[in-house]
């Protein structure tokens, strides 16, 4: 089995607007810049692994447009495997746009998402090849695609772990995102979309389900990012805490998809969960330094110089 990740999901084109302000209803806002690259939840946590030195493939879908080639030459730059990412004749890439709006270190986001082709159930995959890895993320909004992985491991390849992330589990009706979370090995998310998929209003009440959850099923831990709270990782036997790091915050898009890029290559290390905390918090923090997913995105030295630092006692 080789150490490194496979992943399913999407690859998306971002355009992002910067304002001083949100208009309101008949306003208007001077856009102050705009600049567009390569972005997409999956493609975004790939980028990061890849640029860590670590054996990433990932299979998706783009359209055969100038975006396309675009996003696929980006993730082939870090290092990403993208053999299994198939160009599909006569449709556009996935693009979103990205208004990012407020002064400096209170900005917030709005995204505008204009969905293109990505991966769908019954599309040809090379699911061995994908099997071989230790790790395999899962994060498709096609819930049979989602399914029909969920299913593999246990036929094919039973010593290849999953690992899920949340941002398409909270749209599913009557708590059914909730229990395809509890069938991946781990999971990792944001506090907000816990609470939404368990339905509760307190972090406390999402921790405790979580944790009586957690003692019979297949998931062993779930890794939650908390933005400037830090983190935390809950397993049915107790909770670990991390705090965040210290950073000027210019844009928060894909600081998500760097986090659970952080949970993976500590979970391919076996590291402890304090350890893997200090990594995703690490590359989540470090990601915000810049507009843009991947812009502040840390190289392999960078990241191992930050936390050489902050394990260092002062």
């Not at 150490?3 to 309101?24: E, M």
């Not at 054996?55 to 870090?78: H, K």
């Not at 009440?205 to 990012?225: G, P, T, Y």
Request: hydrophobic share 40%; glycine share 10%.
């Amino acid at each position: 089995m080789r150490r490194g990740v496979a992943a399913i999901g999407l690859c998306s084109w971002d355009r992002f607007i910067v304002t001083d302000g949100y208009p309101g209803p008949g306003e208007y806002a001077i856009v102050r810049q705009q600049i567009e690259q390569a972005g997409g939840t999956t493609g975004n946590t790939c980028h990061a692994l890849s640029q860590l030195g670590i054996d990433v493939m990932l299979a998706s879908v783009v359209g055969d447009d100038p975006e396309g080639t675009a996003l696929i030459e980006s993730l082939q730059t870090a290092g990403c495997d993208t053999s299994a990412i198939a160009i599909r004749s006569g449709e556009h890439s996935d693009s979103g746009i990205i208004v990012v709006s407020g002064p400096p270190g209170q900005r917030d986001r709005t995204i505008y998402w204009i969905q293109g082709v990505k991966p769908l159930i019954g599309d040809s995959l090379p699911v061995d090849r994908m099997l071989e890895h230790q790790w395999v993320l899962v994060d498709v909004d096609d819930p049979r695609l989602r399914a029909f992985f969920l299913d593999l491991p246990a036929h094919r390849s039973p010593r290849t772990k999953l690992f899920g992330t949340m941002t398409y589990l909270v749209e599913m009706p009557d708590g059914t995102g909730w229990q395809h979370a509890l069938r991946f090995d781990a999971m990792t998310g944001n506090e907000r979309e816990l609470r939404a998929l368990l339905g509760v209003h307190s972090l406390d009440e999402a921790i405790a389900r979580v944790q009586h959850d957690l003692v019979a099923s297949a998931c062993q831990v779930v890794f939650l990012s908390r933005g400037p709270n830090g983190a935390i990782a809950i397993r049915a036997t107790g909770v670990h805490a991390a705090p965040a790091i210290t950073v000027d915050v210019i844009d928060t898009t894909g600081a998500g998809d760097a986090f659970a890029a952080g949970c993976l290559w500590g979970l391919l290390d076996r590291a402890g969960d304090d350890e893997i905390l200090r990594r995703a918090n690490a590359l989540g923090g470090l990601s915000c330094r810049a507009l843009g997913a991947r812009a502040s995105l840390p190289t392999i030295e960078q990241i191992n110089d930050h936390l050489t630092a902050i394990r260092t006692p002062q």
